[in-house]
């Protein structure tokens, strides 16, 4: 997730951007000028502003070309007003990623542009790295015997055009298994563009994939690119293909039949030339039979299908995995330098990982919190299978019931801890709880918190 400066003079709109935008993950600083914008520019990195257009003072235009000037690789989206549409596309001439009307029409809107904005810097910095020789993308770890299949697997699939279908439990790895294809494949240079199907609703999805005409649905103010059209010469993962519904995945096969598409609501066939990587955790053979997948699509997926080994599989990349983890995790929380102790690594040696490297991530970023120095210990390491008590529990020896507190209360209570901890930082809070940060989300409004 990305660190994101708001910028606008009106405190409820910067309000609601900055709870749509922490929402979705990313940390967000606010600024009510675009003098406090600038100062806060020169003072702490940002990978994304999101800046009002008619500001008293510095003016988001003149923002928007102090950024482009000194600090050109941050990208910059504009909010304006229906009025000043002329002066936004003015912006976008200017640098500006793509610019919002206000009112905008939902938090979807403001977050998927978000990540677009986003991924368009990660593209750039992918690229920009990997021409200066530094590869900086997450590796699977082929130290253990059961990946070396899966090693020579992708050596020999990359530099083809064939579609690729990962299998594998969830959060075995199967998005850094696209990303090293990709970065294998001649492709490497171009965008490696990536979509959760079963993140978004059918009707955002179909838009994220194809894009869309102006009035093509209620809330389509303008044309909209698709995802497919930003991936153009490189590569697209569809992850969870299998949660995708069974109208779009007619349309997806006729983008891989074919190499063209049209965005919803237009006439006009766009080229598509992208190489296609899907993943599941799910039977799509079982599906098939059920007729909840589609045959056809299902056999222009998979020309090269690959197999991916649980964690518990490949003992043998626990420890570098975690070694890579924490270092981009530490990046990422500002604590550069933090390690694993010993005994920390043999607890995570000693665990069977249910979660796969997901919830290896996971546990390593909840101890990174936790951790009082650079050193992570055995005490910030916090499984569920080592924290669970042992000792059993006969119904007479329990305390009266006027003693015990309904579980509600104690899920509240959880939370306000857990937030207390972090000085209220909701992505945070979800890794120390283990929980989603929507889900997060939806429980803080319900007790109220």
Wanted: overall charge negative.
């Amino acid at each position: 997730m990305a660190r994101i400066l708001v910028t606008d003079d009106e405190a409820g709109i910067r309000e609601f951007l900055s709870d749509v935008l922490e929402l979705d993950g990313h940390t967000v600083d606010q600024a009510e000028s675009g003098e406090k914008a600038i100062a806060s520019l020169k003072s702490q990195s940002y990978a994304l502003v999101m800046t009002d257009l008619n500001m008293p003072g510095i003016s988001g235009m003149e923002l928007l070309q102090w950024v482009k000037q000194e600090q050109p690789e941050v990208e910059v989206i504009v909010l304006t007003a229906h009025g000043t549409v002329g002066t936004a596309v003015d912006a976008m001439k200017l640098g500006a990623f793509e610019f919002l009307q206000k009112p905008v029409s939902g938090p979807d809107e403001i977050q998927v542009l978000a990540r677009r904005a986003l991924e368009r810097r990660e593209l750039r910095d992918r690229v920009d790295s990997s021409k200066s020789g530094l590869r900086n993308s997450p590796r699977l770890s082929y130290g253990a015997p059961a990946m070396q299949p899966v090693a020579e697997a992708i050596r020999k699939v990359a530099n083809t055009t064939a579609s690729v279908l990962l299998l594998g439990e969830s959060g075995s790895g199967k998005e850094i298994a696209a990303r090293s294809i990709h970065d294998q494949s001649d492709r490497r240079d171009k965008p490696f563009m990536a979509i959760n199907c079963a993140a978004l609703t059918e009707t955002l999805l179909e838009s994220e994939l194809f894009g869309h005409e102006k009035g093509a649905f209620t809330g389509a103010d303008k044309r909209s690119r698709g995802r497919i059209e930003y991936a153009e010469g490189g590569s697209f993962f569809l992850d969870e293909i299998g949660e995708l519904q069974l109208n779009l995945q007619a349309k997806l096969l006729r983008v891989l039949q074919e190499k063209r598409f049209e965005r919803v609501g237009g006439t006009q066939s766009i080229d598509a030339d992208v190489r296609w990587i899907a993943a599941t955790n799910r039977d799509l053979r079982s599906m098939m039979e059920r007729g909840l997948f589609r045959e056809d699509l299902y056999h222009r997926l998979a020309v090269f299908p690959i197999q991916l080994p649980p964690l518990r599989e490949r003992h043998e990349d626990i420890a570098p995995l975690a070694k890579l983890l924490l270092a981009n995790i530490a990046q990422e929380l500002g604590r550069p330098g933090l390690l694993l102790s010993d005994e920390a690594l043999k607890i995570l040696l000693s665990y069977t990982w249910p979660g796969n490297i997901r919830e290896l991530k996971n546990t390593l970023e909840r101890a990174a919190i936790l951790a009082d120095d650079l050193q992570i210990t055995a005490s910030d390491i916090r499984l569920d299978s080592l924290s669970a008590p042992t000792a059993s529990v006969s119904l007479s020896s329990v305390a009266p019931s006027d003693t015990i507190k309904p579980l509600a209360e104690l899920e509240r209570d959880a939370i306000a801890n857990a937030l207390r901890a972090v000085d209220g930082n909701r992505r945070k809070a979800a890794t120390l709880l283990g929980i989603g940060e929507r889900t997060l989300y939806d429980k803080i409004k319900r007790y109220g918190l």
